[in-house]
């Protein structure tokens, strides 16, 4: 499985990203996928993540009501759509393939990462 993140850039605290994140291989749609974030110095933390079937969707608190993830198994893609940003969302963003179909905020749980995009939101 790879996974290509794009959609990064520079915005405006109060603007808006979408972020894509284009999978490989013909099993996408049984993947759980998910968005991770990592800041200079930080850890990876969890953002969003989707079900296999785009069902159930979960999001970390810091980010609940501005970011939407979404998933279209027919172009074999996520979405996270961000809004109303904040210079401390500032971050490179990850997208990442759980094999199980999961939604989950448990890094260890996903199998295969992309590459990053960089966010970053000036103030």
């Known amino acids: 499985v790879q996974l290509q993140a794009s959609g990064g850039g520079l915005v405006q605290t109060g603007g808006s990203l979408r972020l894509s994140c284009a999978a490989s291989?013909?099993?996408?749609?049984?993947?759980?996928m998910g968005w991770f974030r990592q800041a200079p110095g930080k850890r990876r933390d969890f953002v969003a993540a989707?079900?296999?079937?785009?069902?159930?969707?979960y999001y970390a608190d810091s980010v609940k009501d501005r970011f939407t993830i979404s998933r279209d198994n027919a172009k074999n893609t996520v979405y996270l759509e961000m809004n109303s940003l904040k210079p401390e969302d500032t971050a490179v963003y990850y997208c990442?393939?759980?094999?199980?179909?999961?939604?989950?905020?448990?890094?260890?749980?996903?199998?295969?990462w992309g590459q990053g995009t960089q966010v970053t939101v000036s103030s």
């Open positions: 990442a393939a759980d094999l199980e179909g999961l939604r989950t905020s448990w890094l260890n749980a996903y199998d295969y």
């Open positions: 989707i079900s296999y079937n785009g069902y159930s969707t």
């Open positions: 291989g013909r099993s996408f749609s049984s993947y759980g």
